[in-house]
Structures are given as C-alpha cells and as structure tokens.
C-alpha cells in the first residue's frame, strides 16, 4: 500500500514591499512565524546548543532607520542541560552568513552583553533576555555608518562604526539569531520597502 501524498500548504499572498523575516534564507531549522514578524527554533528541546536564525526581506543603505526585537518567551530545555536561551541581533550584508556577526559585514549585539562582528566578541551594553526590547538602529549619514542599540528605551550608544565606502554599496538587512527563545520584530520605523 502507498503512503498517502502530502497535502501541499497554499501559499499565503504575499506583499513584496513589506519588511520582515525571509522565509527563502532563514535557516531550515528556524520556524518563522505566518505574519513573518517572529519565530523560534524548531528543536531547541533535543538541541539546545543549536543557534538559528533569519534576516530580513530588504536592507537599508541610506538615512536613518530601526527596527525592534524582544525575546517574548523562552522555550523549555532538556534538564541538566547548561544552555541558556538567548538572542543575538543586528545587521548584515545578504552575502554574509545566517551566523549573525560571525563573519565580515555582519553585526550583532548578544544578549549576554557583547557586541560581535567578525567573530570578535567585545562587552557592550548590557545583558537581555526574556520581556527586553532591543531597538537596533543605523545611520547612514556622513562617511561612517554607525549602528547603535537600546534597551527597553535606554540607548546603549554606537556599537559599530563603519567606514560607508567599505560597503561598496551593499545593503545593511536587519538579522536575527536565537537558540531556546520565541522573538517577535517591529518594523514600524522601516515600515514598507523603498525599492
């Protein structure tokens, strides 16, 4: 006897001009959620090592923009297990990896205090998690393009400055990477895409 075929899930319309998360270059194990405003991993109980993560559907190049990010819920986890759930968010250029701030022209703020890119690690801020908002922001004006971030309103002052001309015209796209926690995004100062 034959398995029975799967139903195929219809695709939802879609606006193209809308900032969110992409579904075509989130990792595989990242559940992003219908609205495509949030998501969370799909095993963080069997794998709670396991970090994962998306970026958005358009990137910023000029003016100054944010956007936020809050850890709404953290996922239950294997007892005895010494992870913690945790939200690393930021910017990137679309060619680095989904590992956000490991890699060149990607830049995140870790929710353990640290700000990362290219795989350096330096204290930054202050620690978040559960119920935090981070705002993310980036200005592009002048030569030297500076992302900053906030907590719960505070602003933290400028994490990373980058010499705009090093970017070579690419976008900088709002990026995302978590292990053990449910996130949830407001775009409401980047709004629709200006393509």
Known sequence: SRSPA?????????????????TYTSD???KVRKDRFGGQPLFSERFPAL????????????????????????LPI???SSEVPLLRVGWSVDRSTSQLGEDDFSYGFDGRGLKVTAGHFEAFGQAFGENDVIGCFADFKGEIVELSFSRNGDALGVAFQIVKMTLGGRHLLPHVLCKNCVLELNFFLIGRAHV
Request: aromatic share 10%.
């Open 28 to 30: 595989l194990h990242f």
């Open 6 to 22: 799967p139903e195929e899930e219809e695709e939802d319309a879609f606006d193209e001009a809308l900032v969110c998360l992409d």
């Open 51 to 74: 970090w994962c993560g998306a970026r958005c559907t358009h990137g910023v190049f000029r003016g100054k923009v944010c956007f936020e990010a809050k850890v709404i819920k953290n």
């Open 78 to 80: 294997q007892e005895g």
